[in-house]
């Protein structure tokens, strides 16, 4: 290949200029290295920037097996999130029990979790973008572990209201990072569905908490719960230091110090050549600061403010049946123990529908998937009040918990195909952390409803409502 002298007037030249492909498709360098600046000189052509590379590496490349590790990493880890608040509701009678603590002072217990993964989500998650995804993983994940296991020698209400919260500021703050870095290793064609995949392990976590919550209890003591959950996601810690690197898209966008050599060993990961200089970077007064205000900018407000709404009106009725399905159903005169396997049923429903959705939106408009999920769980809800719907209750539950708990995921995958790289985190972090605002809406709701002495049916119609709203405006969307 012809070297030609004095590269970064030319850089200069074709910043701005289209990518050409079949430069990088028919010219290679012997050296085993690649650069950009090399390559396309010779032919007079522009030089690629970040986003080319990343299309010609993840986009168009074949997946290499530390893509799909890392995928299966966040999985674990939103699992073991998911297992974590499963395990604090079955274990808070023990709890209330071994401490003195009452129902109401149990309650702030959850309240003060639920606060801190909506505040994490909405002011540390955003950080991501600052910092980089992996830091953001590595340090939420030590702090998560950490704080659970301590919970195991927790003695009074101020100790478990302190650890729980660092628990729920973890979780929150780490969510929007997982999303971030799935999609970031996902080609385009599977963007959506490794975000859904992901967002999976919550609610399937959760389902399988009860499970292996249940026996251990009785035998080693509440305690035990949280020694294992933290014990689990600390090695988790371990596997993410290894084996999660930060994102391509954020080190080619930002690049920070050290950029080049984090990138290569990214790329010998990926089975792909080395760079021998970094891409050009866009100049600082183009890259959009890390905040809330640049989700509302001018052509991304209406978007934005859509799926803020669609978020918190999905949460409502989700966290309402989350919430107080065990407790309707023994009110209507069945078991406890029917009222634990109705909340199985709505669960496992749920994430059986999140993996269908992501497979199907590999091949249809995404938006448009969620929004019809979401009038289907309605119609279920509707469905089951107007029928004599107790013989078939667990049918009933499993169908709406598969088509609400996977509408709601969905628009996690949304957030991260509406932002750019730089503001990815902080875009769906500030979904999850409004949408928390339902999350807190819904369980009080339903809680004064139910106090009053309204019927499940008629709980089920008036909490259908918020999902309808939800579903239309998550069609408005229009994310392919």
């Not at 939103?78 to 009678?93: C, E, I, P, S």
């Not at 305690?223 to 230091?241: E, H, K, N, P, R």
């Not at 497979?359 to 769980?377: T, V």
């Not at 409803?449 to 969307?477: C, D, N, Q, R």
Request: with cysteine.
């Amino acid at each position: 290949m012809t070297r030609l002298p004095a590269l970064r007037p030319r850089i200069e030249t074709y910043r701005s200029s289209s990518y050409n492909r079949s430069t990088l498709e028919t010219h290679h360098d012997t050296t085993g290295k690649f650069s950009f600046v090399q390559r396309y000189q010779s032919m007079s052509a522009p030089i690629a920037e970040s986003d080319s590379l990343v299309t010609d590496v993840i986009d168009d490349g074949q997946i290499a097996p530390a893509q799909v590790l890392i995928i299966l990493i966040a999985l674990t880890l939103n699992m073991l999130d998911g297992f974590d608040v499963t395990a604090m509701a079955f274990a808070a009678h023990s709890i209330g029990e071994d401490l003195s603590l009452s129902p109401e002072r149990l309650g702030l217990v959850f309240s003060v979790a639920t606060a801190g993964m909506m505040m994490g989500a909405m002011f540390i998650a955003p950080l991501s973008d600052l910092v980089g995804r992996r830091t953001m993983i590595l340090t939420c994940t030590a702090f998560i572990g950490t704080s659970m296991a301590l919970t195991a020698f927790a003695s009074n209400l101020s100790q478990l209201v302190i650890l729980r919260a660092i628990t729920g500021l973890g979780v929150g703050s780490m969510l929007a990072s997982l999303a971030a870095i799935a999609s970031e290793y996902s080609p385009s064609r599977l963007r959506s569905f490794s975000v859904v995949f992901i967002t999976a392990g919550y609610p399937l976590g959760a389902t399988l908490g009860g499970f292996l919550v249940a026996p251990l209890i009785p035998v080693y003591g509440w305690q035990s719960v949280f020694i294992a959950g933290g014990a689990a996601t600390l090695l988790m810690l371990i596997a993410a230091f290894f084996f999660v690197p930060d994102s391509l898209q954020f080190l080619l966008h930002r690049q920070p110090g050290n950029a080049l050599h984090r990138v290569n060993a990214i790329l010998h990961k990926l089975g792909k050549p080395a760079l021998s200089e970094l891409p050009v970077k866009k100049p600082e007064h183009e890259i959009e600061g890390a905040n809330v205000l640049s989700l509302l900018k001018e052509g991304r407000s209406s978007k934005t403010i859509r799926l803020w709404i669609a978020s918190f009106f999905c949460l409502i009725s989700l966290y309402f049946m989350l919430s107080w399905i065990p407790k309707l159903v023994v009110n209507s005169g069945l078991s406890e123990s029917t009222g634990v396997y109705a909340s199985v049923a709505f669960n496992g429903g749920g994430v059986i529908g999140i993996m269908i959705l992501g497979l199907l939106a590999a091949r249809y408009s995404l938006s448009a998937i969620i929004g019809s999920f979401l009038m289907l769980a309605a119609s279920g809800m509707l469905a089951f009040a107007l029928a004599d719907g107790m013989s078939q209750l667990m049918l009933y539950l499993a169908f709406i918990g598969f088509f609400i708990s996977a509408g709601f995921t969905g628009l996690y995958a949304v957030a991260a195909k509406i932002y750019p790289t730089e503001l990815r985190a902080t875009g769906i972090g500030w979904a999850i952390g409004l949408g928390r605002f339902g999350a807190v809406v819904g369980p009080y709701a339903g809680g004064v409803m139910i106090a009053g002495g309204t019927s499940m049916e008629f709980s089920f119609i008036a909490f259908g409502i918020p999902l309808i709203v939800g579903g239309i405006l998550a069609y408005s969307l229009s994310v392919k």
